[in-house]
């Protein structure tokens, strides 16, 4: 490969593999001192972006020395810049700015603003922002006066980055774009990619955090282009998911970067900061034991390399790791207020979180005066913050006006704290990150909930239960008109799982398998790219509207404050509070019950408690007094995420009632005030493999003679998802897969393959009533404060106003009379939950009836 010498350093930042083989050619011509100094110079750089910074600094000492050989000021000025800039990123500062002194001391007009830039990425990394800053501003002004676009365009760059380090995210991401142009024009492929990147973090920093995925992910692909791993990238992507609620991701994506830094294959500098970001990954993913040893070791590099900017936040780190591991004591606050008082000297976004940790732990030893005053440092409010750094602020708020008796700034500091979150929130058109970053406001929700508890003020209790439960199924997921790479990746998805169900397990291949994996990750992905819709309006509770709709109906709505179940009863126009016991009871009498009728659903022995002694039970655990208010209504269960997998129909109290199920109170509502479609097709699907399914389609058929049947090869996935738009009564028999690993690609085995909910989210409207006959339909995963993920949370906004679907496996024979049971009381004018009640009292097999639940209104 042949390449001109002065052609070679522009290539080292954009080819850095092409450059180096140009540049061994050049050399083995034999070139003068000032060429061989050129091409050396080139490899160092094209090794550097490679991560390689041994053989970098090797490279850039010999081109040193022929640049010192050939005579030339200019020559031997710019490789010094090179190669302090190198030592600098490899964590040898002060060598590294003694070559730069020296550099600047050589240079003249646009060499003197390369030269500038060089001095200032050694100062960013050092965080004497300042200093940096000074430099950009001259390296600009003699850069623009020469016309060197390229490097105008890496001083920009950089300038962004200093904007940054102050909270200019406007000016950051004028100056990111402006580069990403000039690169764009003259072609540097690999600054370019940096550019988007960079634009990426800027759109994290402001919350929106689908953009910054999809720049971060456009930014993956050029790099890739060019055949560099960057650790930048993994540590901005890191931070992404941290935001979005998906910690094992960041802590899986941190491991696999550690696992990639082997000796001197990484700079320095960039080698501890990955170790930063491993530590804050494991922290948030509740593994303190790693993070502490991750932040110890990233400590040390940094204080090595004189970063104090980076030192600081790592011991924050390590005393955040001691706290959430259970340590307290006054040792423990002094560190932390003193950590604290530095990250407030060096501007860091941190200080805030870290003012808020002393103010508890100060609460904790008693030190009204100390906590106080830490939690008014936490409580300050910037501007252009994101939501969760201003929701951070009203949490200080929030707890210092609780420390000093303030109920009315309490609850208003929870209120703004969560109506920041709810912007952020909408910022989102997935699903998953809506109801994953619910976790930001968790805590500002218990606090108002403990403190109606202690007025034992019912109304307080369910509205601000109803604040912040099931808000990310308020809206329904937003989704790009007729995206057609989601389509395709889901069809190919159907595929790839279709031919590897249809292999034995141990002859499956592990090139499908790795496909598999792919796809799946290609369809999240693109997923949580959605934008949001910001200007969609915040629903607010209204309990007088509540009481008007329940009639005759009375809604319990079960409240877990600090591990204790509290019910709050609705009924008669009145609202009542019940203390019922502990969240873990009820769980344990949950699992109880479900093993059971997953242990009957499989026809294995009925020795063991009968259904009615593990009904009485589990409705003592999770009800309580509860039961004996209700009379003869009818019931809305509105449950915590976490007992959402409830066999409700096996608790006498509710067993012979109709009984619907929903996330909230204001779902319910919403669901209520559905209309049914004007047409009232009815659509009938059969899925393969399914004998006992068969004869319950056919029942069905003959009660909706002009029903939409698909089967026997016609149930395909856009077949089905085509009828299913709009309907008014659909019964899908199919097997379903409940993915706690990943709960939206739970499924129902079709003809084609898998219909997850990724496919049912492209629906514009839910089928007005649906029926699963499926195994663990009802399933969903509790995620984020008091969220659901799964097959039938995820139809509820977009319009079905009812779903009967079973909560575990169910027996294929025994539910046939209980479906068709069902439909004939549907068709005599029944609610879905009137009809499943109806049919449990006719259906010669108990366990079928009690294993399914009617979601919805």
Known sequence: MTVAPEDLLPLALSRPHDAITAARSLLATEPAAAAASIAHQASGIGFRQLGEVDSAIRELRQALRLAEESGLPEREADVLATLGATLGRAGRSREGLARLDRAVELSRGALAGR????????????????????????????????????????????????????????????????????????????????????????AFLRGDLPTALQLLEEAAQKYEGVGVVW???????????????????????????????????????????????????????????TAQERAERARRLFSAQRRPWWSVRASMLQLEAQYRSGERGPGLLRQVVRT?????????????????????????????????RQLELAGRLSKDVPPPVRSAAWLGRALRAEARGETRRMLTACGRGLDALDEYRMMMGATELRARTTGHGAELAELALREALGRDDARGLLTWAERWRATALTVPPVRPPGDEQLISDLAQLRDVVQRLEATPEPSR??????????????????????????SAAVEVFDAAALHEALGDTALVELIDVGGTLHAVVAAGGELRHFEIGTLAAAAVEVERSRFRLRWLAHGRSRSGPSLEVLGARLGAAILGPVQEVL????????????????????????????????????????????????????????????????????????????????????????????????AWIAHIAAHGTFRADSPLFSSLRLDDGPLTVYDFERLRRAPYRLVLSSCDSGL????????????????????AAGILASVVPVNDLATVPLMAAVHDHLQAGRSLAEAFALARGTAPEDAAGRSFVALGA
């Open 509 to 534: 291949s592990p090139s499908l398998e790795r496909e598999r994996r792919r796809l799946e990750t290609a369809v999240r992905d693109r997923v949580l790219r959605a934008q949001g819709n910001v």
């Open 631 to 726: 009379g003869e209504r009818a019931v809305v269960m509105v449950p915590p995420a976490s007992l959402q997998a409830v066999p409700w129909a096996l608790i006498p109290a509710l067993a012979e009632r109709p009984v619907n199920v929903v996330p909230s109170a204001a779902m319910w509502l919403r669901a209520r005030q559905l209309q049914p479609p004007a047409d009232r097709r009815v659509v009938l699907v059969l899925g393969p493999g399914l004998t006992a399914g068969r004869a319950e389609i056919n029942r069905l058929t003959e009660l909706y003679p002009k029903a939409v049947v698909l089967r026997d090869g016609d149930a395909t996935a856009e077949r089905v998802l085509h009828e299913l738009d709009g």
């Open 340 to 372: 604290a008082g530095r990250l407030d000297e060096l501007s860091t976004a941190e200080a805030s979180a870290a003012h808020l940790l002393a103010g508890r732990l100060a609460l904790s030893e008693g030190r009204a005066r100390t906590a106080d």
């Open 115 to 202: 030269v500038l830039l060089r001095r200032a990425d050694v100062l960013l990394v050092l965080g004497r922002h300042q200093e940096a800053l000074d430099d950009l501003r001259l390296a600009i002004s003699r850069l623009r006066r020469s016309g060197d676009q390229v490097w105008e365009a890496r001083t920009l760059n950089y300038r962004g980055f200093i904007h940054l380090a102050r909270g200019g995210t406007r000016q950051a991401d004028a100056d990111f774009e402006q580069a990403g142009q000039l690169y764009a024009a003259a072609g540097q492929e690999f600054e370019y990619a940096e550019t988007r990147q960079n634009r990426g973090w800027v």
């Open 780 to 799: 969903a995963k509790p995620v984020g404060a008091d969220e659901l993920l799964g097959l039938s949370s995820s139809l509820v906004p977009l319009g």
């Open 231 to 289: 650790p930048d990238l993994t540590i901005d992507r890191c931070a992404v998911l941290m935001a979005a609620g998906l910690t094992a991701e960041a802590l899986t994506e941190a491991d696999e970067a550690i696992g990639r830094m082997e000796p001197g294959g990484v700079p320095a500098t960039k080698r501890a900061e990955v170790l930063f970001t491993a530590a804050t990954a494991a922290l948030a993913a509740g593994d303190q034991a």
